[in-house]
């Protein structure tokens, strides 16, 4: 059958944000044929096509077949954010030097190639947004280069893979949001240094969180991380679930450390490697089956900006030092079973009543149940009440002093002689202190009948 010609130049070339060497390419020889019976297939050579980016226009129907064919040496795919349908093409995986592909918010569906394996200096992979289907493919365990991973927003199935963490180390996000993903997360993931942003919500993950947070190290610096390990002509970009909202972070995806499990069923308590992540800056764990006490020394993550825990079964008190975290913009315990007290002090008198909604157990400022036998706030005075309790008990303070005299002069000579003993030793002192006063904190705020008001 006959073809018919169309001259493409306008619609492409003005579509392509390339940079300028390449748009005299572009415009001075590109005309697509296309063929009425193969309407994906490209009667067209670009052998010198680097950049290609095609994004947030309105582009439809499919991507040509032989587009590997079409662009041999394409370094940088972009065709976000329009409406092209149909599968992703095999010819894909002949682009071998290809860093950035992004095909997100389109209408793709079937399932990953598995010739993307071949793409193993791939950088960027983002399919986000699709109607993509099937197991995550085994072949992307052979794209060793990848930092960033966006599959979510589709249909994929099955467990999340064991290999993520042992064959893409250098991954600095995974985002496997809204799918159909079942299972529990692999302990294998235990590896991955360099991950900051790990994003499994809303899939049907189960179990225990595991304990694999001890060995990322990039969730732990809390500097503003320099953005110099991207090659290419764009910012990565990634949606995140940020302090209630969807954000994209196009720009500043160097500086979002973020944790979302949300949605799942997960169980069990949260992991103690967890407060190691001091950088970490967005926590949502809400939605799941989670059991236990918020850590004591949740104040170390100092660098929090949203904590979503609501819709679990957290029970115990709310720890006083949450108080001092003042990087902290939004907060959200609702519908658990925490007791006693709510800690209103210091930073914690910026969230209103909605923030503990469904704790039939808690008390005080900003809700508006009184706790027990208090006209004032409980833990406003928590500390007065806490002192003046103790000073009843002087035999505590003999002991203790006397204990407190012989231990210190024991030690006085060697501490002021050894430097690094004296801050190794100031070091560890601090942290009993945070942690005792903090227990003692919750003790007497949960027994204030019978220590507290015992003297009124």
């Not at 991380?225 to 764009?234: K, L, T």
């Not at 430097?419 to 601090?430: P, Y």
Request: hydrophobic share 40%; charged share 20%.
């Amino acid at each position: 059958m006959d073809g018919s010609s169309t001259d493409l130049r306008r619609q492409i070339c003005e579509g392509m944000k390339l940079v300028p060497r390449f748009l005299e390419h572009c415009i001075s020889t590109v005309t697509i044929r296309v063929e009425t019976e193969s309407k994906c297939h490209a009667n067209v050579k670009l052998p010198n096509l680097q950049v290609l980016d095609v994004s947030n226009n309105q582009f439809s129907d499919c991507i040509p077949e032989n587009i590997g064919e079409v662009m041999p040496i394409l370094f940088y795919l972009r065709a976000s954010n329009n409406s092209i349908s149909g599968t992703i093409p095999t010819s894909m995986g002949d682009m071998r030097g290809l860093h950035v592909l992004d095909l997100s918010k389109n209408k793709f569906m079937g399932h990953i190639p598995a010739t993307l394996g071949n793409l193993n200096v791939l950088k960027s992979l983002f399919l986000g947004r699709n109607t993509l289907s099937g197991v995550i493919s085994s072949s992307l365990r052979r794209c060793t280069s990848l930092e960033l991973l966006d599959l979510s927003e589709n249909q994929f199935s099955g467990y999340i893979p064991s290999w993520i963490g042992t064959s893409l180390t250098s991954l600095r996000a995974i985002c496997v949001r809204s799918n159909k993903l079942e299972g529990t997360i692999p302990k294998t993931m235990s590896s991955l240094y360099s991950l900051q942003v790990l994003d499994l919500a809303e899939n049907y993950f189960s179990g225990d969180i595991p304990d694999i947070f001890r060995n990322y190290t990039a969730m732990t610096i809390t500097e503003k991380m320099s953005y110099n390990n991207y090659d290419g002509f764009d910012y990565p970009r990634i949606d995140i679930v940020a302090k209630g909202a969807l954000r994209d972070y196009t720009e500043f995806l160097f500086l979002v450390i973020c944790i979302d499990l949300s949605s799942n069923n997960l169980s069990g308590l949260i992991p103690e490697s967890l407060m190691k992540l001091i950088g970490l800056r967005v926590l949502n764990l809400s939605s799941n089956h989670l059991i236990g006490e918020i850590p004591l020394n949740i104040n170390r993550l100092r660098e929090l900006e949203s904590m979503d825990l609501s819709e679990n079964r957290f029970s115990g008190g709310i720890p006083m030092s949450m108080s001092a975290m003042a990087s902290l913009g939004v907060l959200n315990l609702s519908y658990n079973k925490f007791s006693g007290p709510i800690p209103y002090a210091g930073h914690m008198t910026t969230f209103e009543a909605p923030t503990y909604y469904g704790n039939q157990d808690l008390c005080g400022p900003p809700l508006s149940k009184e706790c027990d036998g208090d006209d004032k706030d409980p833990v406003l005075n928590v500390d007065v009440h806490l002192r003046s309790s103790l000073l009843e008990f002087p035999p505590f303070w003999m002991g203790m002093s006397l204990g407190f005299g012989m231990g210190f002069g024991g030690l006085f000579s060697a501490l002021a002689i050894k430097r690094k003993w004296r801050s190794a030793f100031l070091m560890v002192m601090d942290l009993i202190a945070e942690t005792l006063i903090t227990k003692l904190q919750r003790l007497f705020g949960r027994r204030r009948h019978q220590l507290i008001y015992k003297t009124i």
